[in-house]
């Protein structure tokens, strides 16, 4: 075989590999939804039921994820999508941003955002608040598309890990505000730590201003307190992160942000206590941890973070907290880990 007809098969053979396992992951995400509406069928479940069989259809049709739920093209085929229908309305737009209420949120989006980030930004904060998943219950995972790629990850909310009102709320990597502006509507407090200037005068001030609950808060944070390297990039903001850690390092800085340990930010502006933790932060998740040790130890907060940045964040993240509190129970589900402590 020539060179030519060797890479033309190893190709075809990464192709197969592909739709093997995306299919195979939204058919978890269906069974996972189907066994939820044995419980408490809705019509927000029923609606994503149908999107995923409409996806698992059209890939195995196509060999790629559809366009109309999943494009790349503009923030515009999420809004028209059934999914979209059913939550969003839009309420005003621009030459930069789109205004959209979700349900009882009003969040501000740039307008020519990737659909793809758009709806990966909804699902990843939103899913549980939107099917109106009730406290205690398995949220169905979210799916997302990657290239020609789907994989399933699970939402910021799941079994006992919820925000409750009047909790006081700790969302580290805020991006666009989705989550800190549900847990708000939930009618807890929310700070939101995001150390880009840009998310922050663009998308997180609107959101502040709109959800009185929340507050921004401009600073990464980390184990230590000072100025580190951080990497922004406009084009594909949700993977900005500090140059400082693993995942970062083969990156340059744009530019310096001021780091800070959620036990210091605790102390210093005097938080009178923190409930639950919500940590997407790039690779940062164990930095962040390991300057929390007294948070985690004196307040117990539920804790929703990310496993997926790192190979060994499972089990890194894991001795940071139980080294904090061994009282906390842990559950991996769906690239993300739950901790709480049974009341």
């Not at 985690?296 to 499972?314: N, V």
Request: hydrophobic share 40%; proline share 6%; glycine share 6%.
């Amino acid at each position: 075989m020539s060179a030519l007809g060797r890479i033309r098969k190893y190709a075809d053979s990464r192709r197969a590999g592909f739709f093997t396992e995306a299919i195979r992951q939204v058919q978890t995400a269906v069974a996972a939804v189907r066994e939820w509406r044995k419980t408490c069928d809705t019509p927000e479940l029923a609606c994503y039921e149908e999107a995923l069989g409409g996806i698992i259809r059209y890939y195995r049709a196509n060999r790629f994820l559809p366009g109309s739920l999943l494009a790349r093209i503009g923030v515009g085929s999420v809004l028209s999508s059934p999914l979209g229908k059913l939550f969003i309305t839009t309420l005003a737009a621009d030459d930069e941003t789109t205004e959209v209420k979700i349900k009882d949120l009003v969040l501000r989006f740039p307008k020519h955002c990737r659909s793809h980030n758009f709806y990966i930004g909804l699902l990843d904060n939103l899913l549980a608040y939107l099917l109106n998943i009730p406290e205690g219950m398995q949220a169905p995972p979210a799916i997302y598309r990657y290239g020609s790629n789907a994989y399933v990850e699970g939402p910021y909310e799941y079994g006992p890990v919820f925000v409750k009102p009047d909790d006081i709320v700790i969302d580290a990597g805020a991006h666009l505000g989705e989550f800190s502006a549900m847990a708000a509507a939930k009618g807890a407090t929310a700070y939101a730590f995001e150390p880009a200037q840009p998310l922050i005068e663009r998308h997180l001030a609107f959101v502040a201003r709109r959800n009185p609950r929340v507050t921004v808060c401009p600073y990464a944070l980390s184990d230590r307190c000072g100025m580190e390297g951080f990497y922004y990039d406009e084009a594909a903001a949700e993977q900005s992160r500090l140059s400082a850690t693993d995942e970062g390092a083969q990156i340059l800085p744009s530019e310096q942000v001021e780091t800070i340990t959620l036990d210091a930010y605790v102390e210093r502006f005097h938080v009178p206590w923190v409930d639950f933790i919500k940590a997407d932060i790039e690779g940062a998740e164990r930095n962040l941890l390991a300057g929390a040790q007294r948070v985690l130890k004196e307040f117990a907060p539920r804790i929703s973070i990310c496993t997926y940045h790192l190979p060994d964040d499972p089990e890194v993240l894991r001795d940071l907290i139980l080294g904090a509190n061994p009282r906390y129970t842990i559950e991996e589900h769906f690239k993300k880990m739950y901790a709480y402590v049974k009341e």
